[in-house]
């Protein structure tokens, strides 16, 4: 007789001791809930990943289950077993666990309404309450906060700088302290601000905006009390970011910190995991086959690193432009990341004044000095006169001309003469009819051509109109913000990227399709739109 896979679980269950006096507690219950995917579903998500049982790997892992996280995976076990049943992978993960949904999926867009219109009516569906005794993969977190949308269901770090613009514009100030709370309890509680508030991104950060958030929020008080607030925070950012460079001999690199033959001290992305991302699992494995040569650690480290550039992926950083197999994000030291280390250190500074620890204040304001001596030295291309990424394994520049040269125009790194470099090569290559293209290389990639991302038109504006190059910053401003109010009229939606080469077509590319929310586009719309 051929038993029902509903049947074969029924009896498990029901043998299953742990379900018996149904008297544990949820935390009991749930224990495992802190682990990452792959270590608490184990045989089950490798075979939902490999199997391809969703389009999308994010769903299995966001996925809240019904049960302990235990006895899903021993039902599963004893129902593989069974000599006469098929185990239905897609039927047993239905039955066991609540897939998610997406934060808009109730939200019915009217393109009658203006783009600002539209923005201040979508942020209430993609806000969350604080969390509360979540049993899936996401990390509780003590207050409200903004969710990008789409396939993203919860808070990513570098987005919500560029939310908290257009939040900031809907007079939301008390949301914004809440998102940088919320930053400051995952630093004091984790060590560091993850990707995501999930357990399968705690291996990782993103690009480290937590410092100019802080500049952001203090922008909206009337008191100077926001930096002594949130000085032991950025102390601990910074801790984590430069672990390991008290003990490092100059040529050689520890974790997230590079020392040149110099001494001269700069960062580079990394991880702390070497095994493939649970919510790209598959994909990551059939790269690791294609990459010849190479150990599988070396390549999931690699990619976890770009995740954490929030640059995922881009020619950035492959040896061959062209081939995801040749990553190598470890061995490059971005413009991007440095600058943001600079904007750190100078914050810091000013957080420490406003404690009035004058030494420690002194310490980083002599940090950021030498950081800007060898961001010019080694990230400033004199040939070219752009800011270019260095690569280790050649003690040069990488071939990868790319919109991280803006960083430094925008965080005060930059002469006007170099900023007027920056400003020559993108009016020349990178400005198209939609706005700035991310890279100038079409390689299937999301982050390169021909799409253009929220973040880069933003700083590549603000950091022009800094050193008063107003008419190229207005320009890459026109154009964005037509291209955002074209798309929204033809689809009713703001999206997470756009091709800016050919705008009448929709951006591509990348591990999933173009997601809709949006939430750093929202943000970046309302403050270009407005300022």
Not at 317 to 326: I, Q, Y
Not at 452 to 479: C, S
Request: net charge negative; aromatic share 12%; hydrophobic share 35%.
């Amino acid at each position: 007789m051929i038993f029902t896979l509903t049947v074969i679980l029924s009896s498990c269950k029901n043998n299953d001791k742990e379900q018996e006096n149904n008297a544990l507690t949820a935390e009991e219950t749930f224990s495992k809930k802190d682990e990452d995917p792959i270590q608490r579903y184990g045989e089950l998500l490798e075979d939902v990943q490999m199997q391809h049982i969703f389009a999308d790997g994010k769903t299995f892992v966001d996925s809240d289950p019904k049960h302990p996280a235990d006895s899903i995976l021993k039902w599963y076990k004893e129902a593989k077993k069974q000599s006469d049943v098929k185990v239905n992978i897609r039927e047993f993960v239905t039955e066991n666990f609540e897939l998610p949904d997406t934060p808009t999926s109730n939200f019915h867009s009217d393109t009658t309404r203006t783009v600002a219109e539209h923005i201040n009516a979508l942020w209430p569906y993609l806000k969350r309450d604080a969390d509360e005794g979540e049993t899936g993969s996401r990390i509780d977190l003590p207050n409200p906060y903004i969710v990008p949308g789409g396939r993203f269901r919860e808070v990513y770090y570098w987005d919500s700088y560029f939310i908290l613009l257009g939040l900031k514009e809907a007079g939301e100030v008390k949301l914004i302290e809440n998102i940088l709370d919320n930053f400051t309890y995952q630093i004091e509680t984790l060590g560091f601000i993850p990707n995501g508030n999930r357990t399968y991104y705690k291996g990782r950060s993103q690009p480290p905006f937590f410092a100019e958030m802080v500049n952001l929020l203090e922008s909206t008080q009337s008191d100077t009390t926001v930096y002594s607030r949130y000085v032991d925070a950025l102390e601990k950012e910074y801790d984590f970011w430069m672990k390991g460079v008290d003990s490092l001999a100059s040529g050689n690199q520890a974790a997230r910190v590079v020392k040149l033959d110099d001494g001269s001290v700069l960062n580079r992305y990394y991880s702390n995991t070497r095994t493939p991302r649970a919510e790209s699992y598959r994909e990551d494995i059939l790269t690791a086959q294609e990459a010849k040569g190479r150990t599988p650690e070396d390549v999931y480290l690699n990619i976890s690193a770009a995740c954490e550039s929030g640059w995922d992926f881009s020619s950035r950083w492959f040896a061959d432009p062209n081939n995801l197999e040749t990553i190598k994000t470890t061995r490059i030291i971005p413009v991007d990341l440095n600058a943001l280390m600079y904007n750190l250190e100078v914050t810091l500074a000013k957080a420490y004044t406003s404690t009035g620890e004058e030494r420690k204040a002194q310490k980083m304001t002599d940090a950021a000095s030498a950081r800007r001596l060898a961001i010019n030295r080694y990230l400033w291309d004199t040939k070219e006169k752009i800011y270019k990424d260095h690569d280790l394994d050649k003690a040069g520049f990488t071939d990868v001309k790319s919109l991280a040269m803006v960083y430094p125009l925008y965080f005060n790194l930059a002469t006007d003469e170099q900023a007027a470099g920056v400003a020559a090569a993108l009016k020349k290559d990178f400005l198209k009819p939609g706005g700035l293209v991310t890279t100038l290389n079409d390689n299937g990639q999301q982050w390169d051509s021909p799409n253009g991302w929220p973040p880069h038109q933003w700083l590549a504006v603000r950091g022009l109109e800094k050193h008063g190059l107003d008419n190229l910053a207005e320009d890459i401003k026109t154009r964005w913000l037509r291209l955002n109010e074209q798309v929204y009229k033809r689809t009713g939606k703001m999206l997470e990227k756009y091709n800016v080469t050919d705008t009448t077509l929709v951006a591509g590319g990348g591990e999933y399709p173009t997601q809709d929310g949006f939430g750093w586009t929202n943000g970046v719309y309302m403050d270009l739109k407005e300022n």
